[in-house]
């Protein structure tokens, strides 16, 4: 009889949430590289630009508050920890294809 990938890989779900967590980091930093030389490089849209950081920000934190509390709710005693980096993540990328584009 096969074993379960769980059996086999117990911390497989921590080493995958630790990795979507460092790959996160690394593409938050381009964005911010991005961010960076645009409103370094000035022009229009660069007010807009750091009034659309600000209210993302703000969104992306309400979001997961959200999720962390739906999850405290059910007794899950990560709070939602993947669900908000893959939030996290998705949002970043949209931003690094925007910017980079």
């Given at each position: 009889?096969?074993?379960?990938?769980?059996?086999?890989w117990?911390?497989?779900?921590?080493?995958?949430?630790?990795?979507?967590?460092?790959?996160?980091?690394f593409?938050?930093?381009?964005?911010?590289?991005?961010r960076l030389?645009?409103?370094?490089?000035?022009?229009p849209?660069?007010?807009?630009?750091a009034?659309?950081?600000?209210?993302?920000?703000l969104?992306?934190?309400?979001?997961s508050?959200?999720?962390?509390m739906?999850?405290?709710?059910?007794?899950?005693?990560?709070?939602?920890?993947?669900?908000?980096?893959?939030?996290?993540?998705?949002?970043?990328?949209?931003n690094r294809?925007?910017l980079?584009?």
């Open positions: 009889m096969p074993r379960k990938s769980a059996a086999l117990p911390h497989f779900n921590l080493a995958s949430t630790a990795f979507q967590s460092a790959m996160l980091a593409e938050a930093n381009q964005v911010i590289a991005l030389t645009k409103m370094a490089l000035g022009g849209g660069v007010e807009a630009e009034e659309l950081m600000v209210s993302e920000k969104e992306s934190l309400a979001e508050g959200g999720v962390m739906r999850a405290a709710m059910v007794g899950a005693h990560d709070l939602g920890a993947e669900k908000i980096v893959r939030l996290y993540r998705r949002k970043v990328r949209a294809r925007r980079a584009s």
